[in-house]
């Protein structure tokens, strides 16, 4: 299975260790990963308060600071489409060909497989603290998320404190 | 210079030998390079016969395969905007920082002048033979174009030539 | 009135006996009705399981196996436009001409009065259990739901089970 | 083959008497035949007189008055998707299932080859006069062309007539 | 500071007594007032009612009554952008040149910082009746709101008075 | 006639001496003029050199500084729709009502007359140099061209000259 090719979709709100654990496991079984961040056009919104260039910075930034081969994994930016049916399609036009899909999303896993895909779902560790929705809230509220993230993903939250504090 | 950030555009219909030279000449003045696939959402057209992730597929595939650090370069898809206006602002969204941007398109030269952006001329060597269009035509008409590209870059070419054969 | 022609408007999630009923009732008054498959880029979510082309064939299976002319209906499905003041212009681009509206939606009321058309409210039976809403509220939790679709409306549900599963 | 479901698609600015020929064509290889009203949003331009709901007017107008049975063809507008990748996705979402397509153009042949599905090419009679763009021609310049289209389209095109003066 | 030029944003769903005032506040500091008309797209839902000319006539009407110099103030619509991040670029492209932004929304002013531009908060005064809100639920309750908007502007809410009976 | 409000479309690029003798003539005949700045979402690009903004600016300045009263005139900006057939429902929900069109263009003329609205033609002099095309001509070409427009236009022509001497 090593010569294959995976895809993982995430909206990387930010980038934190669980992502990096979900890209470790699913390197295990694929010889390269296509990273998909998801809803690239939003930033500035509680929800979602990076662009994609500073999310896909997180992602870079951390993975070339670890032992992981930088020919392994490429992150790809992906707008939302204006419906579900499309968004797949679009996928397969902006990321190069991949024969499997890491993900957790039941509407995101009936897609693909409607489509004919192979899903594979994705063990996800302490996920009570290992979420964007988490470490959004622990950032506005002043409590400790730096030992969630990476250091170089702490380094670009702090960057952008000051949008942190009206839009969290 | 070296520690700063630079911004090459190109449609890369297909990636070819005179981009890879850009690249070379963009990275003597800049530690990193992102490289911006412009026109991403256009494919199967005669201008344009190649997706985004075809695309990313030839520029990563070559650029892996020379003695350029994986770390220096990042290649990003951005779809065109509805309106020049927009399109400089869309990009500052996708992608990371950046403090040069080097391009010889004058309109993208003065979107980028108009917003306190320094812009660098690219050398282009060879421009009769090493352009996208007259790649484009060579392949039509059955003349040679593989010693204008990277073997990665054929490879891919050639996965595609039916679809070749009906668009160009 | 029965020389006029008229329009009918729904979302059709799906498509079940209390839509048929206002056929049967709008067809007593006009000679010709045009059934607006609404939304119709929706699918895949909670509220909009089908896809326009399964919407389009409950509509077309279930009347085709009824006693109605099939000369007398044709059901045109319609996206959202951006804003609701331009979907009733993009609505009278796409449906061929039309003198009153069937609808009880009072947005869609109002919209087609203030261009001038004659709105007509049409007669719901037994609306706690002829519900879009309360069909997928039944499929959901494996209640009872049959009863209150056609049996060609219930085929394609059934085609359709693994997805439903995952939305509803 | 006669189980089988076939799709057709034309931009029909107007629907003529080659376009009917096609249909019958494609109705004795196919069970159920579904019309794709290619670029459906086009309308009040010199390539594109015609709006959707008038041209399936004529579609539906025509095919009624002839001895094909009203259950075997079904027309569907369709918008122009904003990129060719995406426009097969887009018909998918909202056309019934369909085993084969019958198209004479080179780009349509190639994205649904791409996707998997079987083409056929479609027998056209009399190309010269049966076109849209000789109908067009003919009308703007006062020659003669209703002996090419049916009488209900001929009924439609005068009824636009003003328009046609000023735009064809 | 008065040659200086200012930016007001607002939804004005309806124009009132506050916006009026606010206006009043920044004409003391800046000399010329572009008064933008955001969420243009939008009208007959609950918290849009009025298209972009309704409330651009309220404006109009409301400040050519008053002793304000005509040429010191300038409305202009704006339609909501697909994402934040592009907004503020967009509506450079509508809006002349401007040095300062009076606001007090916290994602409108993170934005323009964000961008470099100076943001003032605006004086709101009797904010619990002065708001676009209140005085849309007090036409819905029929009660007292004249007092809250100018004559003009009243004018045009009594002639839209049968849209908002349907969608208030 | 004069309590009538009437509507004059262009894209003003640039705003000459032509648009404003037609402004004089449309005055004579109706109380208010709408001026829509048409294509308003284009700029940087031979056509269409100026931003909807400093198309604004020219209109705004020019006229201020002329006899014409500032309340029988009102300038708004208006993006393309995506289709003709479109475009003049969005052009009624930006604009406050009107009686009567001012323009010669053709498909214009129709879509207001097929929607009922009165429509007239404007007196054009001097058209050989009183139009965009020539005047952008000459800029290019480094020919006279100031005698053509207002004294306010040029001055906004001047500031943008190094975008121009690209673009032209």
């Known amino acids: 299975m090593l010569s294959m090719k995976g ?9 934190h260790n669980g992502h990096l654990e979900a890209i470790r496991f699913a390197l295990k079984q694929v010889e390269i990963l296509w990273i998909v961040i998801g809803s690239a056009q939003r930033s500035h919104e509680q929800r979602n308060p990076f ?7 997180m992602i ?12 392994r994994w ?7 489409a204006t419906h579900h049916y499309i968004w797949s399609r ?12 890491f993900t957790n999303d ?5 897609l693909f497989k409607e489509i004919g895909k192979e899903v594979i779902g994705v063990e996800l560790k302490d996920r009570d603290n290992l979420s964007g929705t988490e470490i959004r809230r622990r950032i506005a509220s002043n409590e400790e998320w730096r030992h969630l993230v990476s250091k170089e993903t702490a380094m670009i939250i702090d960057k952008k404190s000051d949008r942190l504090r009206v839009i969290l």
Chains 1, 2, 3, 4, 5, 6 share one sequence.
């Open 7 to 15: 895809l993982f979709i995430g909206r990387f709100q930010p980038f």
């Open 51 to 57: 662009t994609a260039g500073e999310r896909l910075s």
């Open 60 to 71: 870079r930034d951390t993975l070339l600071n670890t032992e992981i081969d930088p020919r």
């Open 74 to 80: 490429y992150a790809i930016p992906l707008y939302d």
């Open 90 to 101: 679009e996928l397969d036009m902006l990321v190069p060909e991949y024969d499997v899909v």
């Open 106 to 110: 039941p509407i995101t896993t009936i």
